[in-house]
């Protein structure tokens, strides 16, 4: 069974999928909370702006890719994870 994405996951979800589409300039915080199907009031109880969840979303990215597989990767898989060029 899959477990339920909290809306701080759904906010920082919706911004990264609008990412893909448009650049960071041309994304509003209505756009993140609509796409998210949440609340202005909820955006900003876990957000002051976008650049907020944008530093949210990078921490929570390279920390994904620095524990893979259940453990902690060294800096040089580390680096090929993030930076790989295949």
Avoid: P
């Amino acid at each position: 069974m899959q477990r339920k994405m909290s809306t701080k996951e759904r906010l920082m979800s919706s911004f990264l999928e609008l990412l893909e589409d448009r650049s960071l300039q041309d994304i509003s915080v209505a756009d993140i909370y609509t796409n998210a199907g949440v609340s202005k009031r909820s955006f900003y109880n876990h957000f002051s702006d976008k650049f907020d969840l944008m530093g949210y979303a990078y921490r929570i990215l390279v920390e994904q890719q620095w524990y893979k597989d259940g453990r902690r990767c060294t800096l040089v898989e580390f680096f090929n994870r993030c930076w790989s060029f295949d």
